[in-house]
């Protein structure tokens, strides 16, 4: 709690300069570096929505497809780039701190501005922990349908509740989620990238094989025909298929959290857009190779989950390793994600409840052969019931392909385009209907339009899968 306890009373703080062991705002030193800033958002970016990204590809087809992809990751380094311009409000060498997304809108914006803010941003990590839940719950069902499917040559049919792994989920997130902060997550960050890589050169490299062994390019211009699918359906899939592109790059949610790890000098926003560059540079080409890959393996009927789409056939071994892959960086993302949230109930409850032992109590436990574990007594509390209803929800609605879809569209405008556009001009003092404001205004309008038809097409699909839906009754 002592990192929280300084975030709080450094908010007040003029920060006019540091020491040797404090920074200009009167917390411990920063220590993050560009590489350690890239792990964070490769972590968060290279999360389930590679997975994905075939079926994504499949309902737009070759034209489309990789357009739009380059497309998004396009406005996701434009507008990173104004965010992380918002990081210190007025001198971007010495002014203000914000320590979180909401801060800075608070500073730049203030007003309802900031609650709707919250509402959005706060809604969206809840959301990406359930769909990160119900990926690594399949992705567990994988290794195991995978050895039994061996096993009984491929006479077992291998059927299996996904409810039992999404609770073995939760129970890693429990422990995991004692970690206080961003500073002491650098190394599962690091991990969870490492793992990203590993299983999306594991899709990619299945995909390159599967194109071989067909002996030519699955696929068309146009993705899906009419046909194999309804027209009405067609356009609700092209729509679904803009929120996974969307959830595939939505990371803007916890950059103003990750750029408070890093050191100064130089100043932080110089020094962000070094590992944003890198970062969307590396992830779109991972995707472009997943998605056109995936695409050119399996044509029309591209899965919604890569690496289940290549069924129980040997390699089995590297589908195993795959999916492991897939688990150990769900588990890391996770915590990513969700450390904003942790952070922003903890400081609140501090603000509200100064007095308050049980806010503030911390309980050692003894461990042979180390230090006593310190552990704050709220924060074990509710974060492990923020993780069971979190698990809970998983296994009411396990529809990974829809969940992403949504959770891109809902949280792509707002978050990733409206909010970082008007701090922006808040920040730099943009006069109105300037040619400036306008551009940035018809920027930010267009992708209003792309969100709202991706969540009318993902919400299509949710209403589709509820339709043969049996709660905590979920197979595969």
Sequence with gaps: MVQLHQT?????????????????DGKVKRTGSVWTASAHIITAVIGSGVLSLAWATAQLGWLAGPVVMLLFSAVTYFTSSLLAACYRSGNPISGKRNYTYMDAV??????????????????????????????????????KRSNCFHKSGGKDPCHMNSNPYMIAFGLVQILFS??????QLWWLSILAAVMSFTYSSAGLALGIAQVVVNGKVKGSLTGISIGAVTETQKIWRTFQALGDIAFAYSYSIILIEIQDTVKSPPSEEKTMKKPTLVSVS?????????????????GD????????????????????????????????AYQVYCQPLFAFIEKQASIRFPDSEFIARDIKI??????????NVFRLIWRTVFVIITTVISMLLPFFNDVVGLLGALGFWP????????????????????????CLQVFSSGCLVISIA??????????????????????Y
């Design 106 to 143: 608070r500073s730049n914006l203030g007003g309802v501005k900031v609650t709707l803010c919250g509402i959005v941003q706060y809604l969206n990590i809840f959301g990406v922990a359930i769909g990160y839940t119900i990926a690594s719950a399949i992705s567990m069902m994988a290794i």
């Design 415 to 438: 978050l990733t385009v409206y909010f970082p556009v008007e701090m922006y001009i808040a920040q730099k003092k943009i006069p109105r209907w300037s040619t400036r404001w306008v």
């Design 366 to 375: 003894p461990i042979p052969g180390f230090k006593h574990l310190h552990l």
């Design 282 to 298: 590396v992830t779109t080409m991972f995707y472009m190779l997943c998605g056109c890959m995936g695409y050119a393996a399996f």
């Design 454 to 475: 991706a969540a009318a097409g993902s919400i299509a699909g949710v209403l589709l899968d509820l339709k043969s839906y049996k709660p905590f009754r979920s197979e």
């Design 8 to 24: 709080v009373l450094a908010v007040d703080m003029p920060q006019t300069g540091g020491s040797k062991y404090l920074d200009d």
């Design 301 to 332: 009927l591209s899965p919604g989950n890569l690496l289940t789409g290549f069924g129980f056939y040997n390699p089995y071994w590297l589908l195993d390793i795959a999916n492991a892959a897939i688990v150990i960086h769900l588990i890391g």
């Design 178 to 183: 004692q970690i206080p902060d961003f500073d």
